[in-house]
């Protein structure tokens, strides 16, 4: 896996307002880590709930973008780590552009 990609995840059992089940998910860790032996990755959920796009730090990307067949909005505030394993099946690689919008979320989410 590489930073950018969308992949299906199995995220298990989860607290409540936690992703859950097989959702996909967008690697943010870097590739250093990525190819380590740790492991973990850093991943952000995706969900097909459009309304929650309207949320701060929360960005849209239509299905043509992110390769999933419905539209989908990548939720920012429930970035975490996630194992490597988990990962299930890779779907597309989001564009260097895409990738600046999720990283401008990131750092005003996180306050960096």
Same mark, same amino acid.
């Given at each position: 896996m590489t930073r950018g990609e %969308?992949?299906? %995840?199995?995220?298990? &059992? +989860?607290?409540?307002g936690m992703p859950q089940g097989r959702r996909?998910? &967008?690697v943010v860790q870097n590739d250093n880590f990525n190819a380590s032996n740790i492991l973990t990755? $850093?991943? %952000?959920p995706l969900t097909t709930n459009t309304l929650l796009a309207e949320y701060?730090?929360?960005i849209f990307l239509s299905a043509k973008i992110s390769g999933l067949s419905k539209?989908? $909005?990548v939720m920012t505030p429930q970035v975490? +780590? $996630?194992p490597k394993a988990s990962l299930t099946e890779k779907v597309s690689k989001l564009s260097p552009s895409m990738m600046k !919008? $999720? !990283?401008?979320a990131l750092i005003d989410f996180l306050k960096l």
């Open positions: %969308i992949w299906w %995840i199995d995220f298990g &059992l +989860a607290f409540p996909p998910g &967008l990755t $850093v991943v %952000i701060k730090d929360n539209d989908s $909005v975490g +780590a $996630v !919008e $999720v !990283e401008k």
